[in-house]
């Protein structure tokens, strides 16, 4: 190809491109230059994977700087105590001047040896009171004699035990075991069964003490060995001629008579109930079941 032949190609091509660029102009699109990279100008994998790492370097660095912060401030804070709630008072003093514990009724754990003492638990000592103990009921599935009696004052407490005896020689071999002063009531089973009651009822000199506890009179069941928790009911209430004036019997006391005469109760300790003021338990409920004949068993409840 001769130069003349070469300039005119050159301008054909130039022309061309002239051409082309005012049509774009004329389009109003801009028309970009191909740009070619060379394998040496592309970014390296290596860089990625230092500036990955870099990022994550700060990341941690960044939380690291947040939780010494968080640290900082929990140290920097004064814990300030709950204010302590005030509690109602449990006692009643009478006109007299006398106190009753728990007039209103109360639920209390048994204390437990080896564990803190608190407001709401109580030991068998503190149910039984007995320097001003005058007459006792207790009925129980398992008993203790012994530790029992060691609770009491057998000289100035009239006791009596309501216990389950299968046959007149275990009847015998338990009135064996107590003091002579001690009363028994063995209540019929009407057949195969044993008795589960748990049921005290505690004269003071000036009220009446009802309990029901889930334990036994057994020392392990009051806590004294470490191994065995119990929950307690217990109601104070006061002589007729203490109160500020006589109430109606409620159905606590007419369910509590009920059962009572059923176990065999003489009827002289459940007539004396009636000196004394049950309108606080107007709201409480007595549930008991009794064997009537042989398996048959009558559920009354209040």
């Known amino acids: 190809m001769s130069?003349?032949?070469?300039?005119?190609?050159?301008?054909?091509?130039?022309?061309?491109?002239?051409?082309?660029?005012?049509?774009?102009?004329?389009?109003?699109?801009?028309?970009?230059?191909?740009?070619?990279?060379?394998?040496?100008?592309?970014?390296?994998?290596?860089?990625?994977?230092?500036n990955r790492k870099q990022m994550e370097e700060d990341r941690l660095a960044r939380i690291a700087t947040k939780r010494s912060r968080m640290l900082s401030n929990e140290e920097e804070?004064?814990?300030?105590?709950?204010?302590?709630?005030?509690?109602?008072?449990?006692?009643?003093?009478?006109a007299d001047g006398a106190v009753i514990p728990y007039p209103e009724g109360i639920v209390k754990r048994t204390w437990v040896r080896g564990y803190d003492r608190s407001n709401d638990d109580i030991k068998i000592e503190e149910v039984l009171q007995k320097d001003k103990l005058l007459l006792a009921l207790f009925s129980s599935f398992q008993w203790d004699e012994p530790w029992l009696f060691n609770k009491i004052d057998a000289s100035r407490t009239k006791v009596l035990l309501v216990a389950f005896a299968a046959d007149e020689t275990q009847k015998e071999i338990t009135r064996r075991n107590a003091p002579s002063n001690v009363k028994f009531c063995f209540p019929d089973m009407h057949g195969p069964g044993s008795m589960h009651s748990k049921l005290q009822i505690l004269k003071f000199p000036n009220y009446l003490r009802i309990v029901i506890p889930t334990g036994n009179l057994v020392p392990y069941d009051w806590g004294e060995t470490g191994v065995m928790e119990n929950m307690v009911f217990l109601i104070d209430l006061p002589l007729m001629?203490?109160?500020?004036?006589?109430?109606?019997?409620?159905m606590f006391f007419s369910q509590l008579q009920l059962y009572l005469q059923a176990m065999g109760v003489e009827i002289s300790m459940i007539s004396g109930l009636s000196k004394y003021d049950f309108s606080k338990t107007k709201d409480i409920g007595l549930v008991y079941s009794m064997s009537v004949i042989g398996n048959l068993h009558s559920n009354l409840c209040a």
Do not use: C, F, W
């Open 241 to 250: 001629e203490m109160a500020h004036k006589p109430h109606p019997a409620t």
């Open 3 to 50: 130069r003349g032949e070469e300039s005119d190609d050159e301008q054909i091509k130039y022309a061309i491109a002239l051409s082309l660029k005012d049509q774009g102009d004329a389009d109003g699109k801009q028309v970009l230059p191909e740009v070619n990279y060379k394998p040496s100008e592309a970014p390296s994998l290596d860089l990625l994977s230092l």
């Open 77 to 94: 804070v004064v814990e300030t105590p709950p204010p302590k709630r005030r509690t109602k008072s449990e006692t009643y003093p009478t």
